[in-house]
């Protein structure tokens, strides 16, 4: 299983979090958030199965022109796309509603499916390419999963956007042999109200999840704040953890 955090800018400096997807292996990533015009068309047609883990725009700000450039392509299998109840009402009343972006649900009946939404229950898992993916309600303002993914080889754990989370650790731990945790770190000490408000970690809060893991996995900071982002960093090397890293996207996180 391979790992890789889709790059979310495509102007200097490239290493900012401003839009989240990620990718497992190459027929599947979780959230769209760049994924449109990140990566080429040759890899739009590679991605077959699509998790969302919840609404907000930078997890799904450009999923309408992934789908059309998949259409336009003549591509004979549409995406699958899967997400809590919440987030597919969502996408149909919010995003394909002929005002943000065509209702492609509406001209399915006489065009022919442009997509195909799975509903994901929590704790229910689903095997897909050699991989098998459980999503699990993690704490943010809006219905939100986190992912445990995992192969022969090894799990991780994927929770780009949340607050002080529980299950997601017993999950994952449950699972065994936990490689890579890819956490929220989005805010500095300065916004801690703000990052508890909205749903998300400072680096004090990250390491408190840390310590409900058992020692083994590797964390990755990821969803950092653009504005914060060099604050963020400071922080979170203070804590003076080896087996805590900054994610970088484009990189390839081998399991």
């Known amino acids: 299983m391979r790992v890789t955090l889709v790059a ?9 979090h401003l839009l989240t997807s ?17 990566v080429s068309s040759r890899d739009h047609a590679r991605i077959q199965h699509l998790f969302l883990s919840h609404s907000h725009a930078d997890h799904i700000a450009s999923l309408p022109i992934f789908i059309e450039n998949r259409r336009l392509a003549g591509q004979s299998e549409v995406p699958h796309i899967y997400g ?5 009402e969502s ?61 022969g080889n090894g799990s991780v754990a994927i929770a780009t956007d949340t607050g002080p989370t529980h299950r997601l650790w017993e999950v994952a731990q449950a699972r065994g042999n936990l490689r890579w945790v890819f956490l929220d770190a989005a805010f500095p000490e300065a916004q801690a109200e703000l990052a508890r408000i909205s749903g998300h970690l400072t680096p004090r809060m990250f390491a408190l999840e840390m310590q409900k893991v058992a020692p083994g996995p590797r964390f990755v900071a990821v969803h950092v704040k653009a504005p914060y982002r060099a604050q963020v960093e400071r922080e979170l090397m203070a804590l003076a953890r080896p087996d ?12």
Do not use: C, K, M
Not at 8 to 16: F, V, W
């Open 244 to 255: 805590l890293e900054l994610g970088v996207p484009g990189r390839a996180y081998p399991i």
């Open 84 to 88: 809590h109840a919440a987030v597919l």
């Open 22 to 38: 990620i990718r497992i292996n190459d027929s599947i990533a979780i959230d769209s958030g760049p994924l449109g015009y990140a």
């Open 91 to 151: 996408l149909r009343r919010d995003v394909f509603n002929d005002r943000i972006w065509p209702d492609y649900f509406r001209l399915s009946a006489t065009e022919g499916p442009f997509l195909q939404l799975h509903e994901l229950a929590p704790e229910v898992p689903l095997a897909i390419d050699g991989v098998r993916l459980t999503p699990v309600l993690v704490n943010h303002p809006v219905p939100t999963y986190g992912f445990v993914v995992e192969d």
């Open 8 to 16: 979310s800018s495509l102007t200097a400096p490239g290493e900012e």
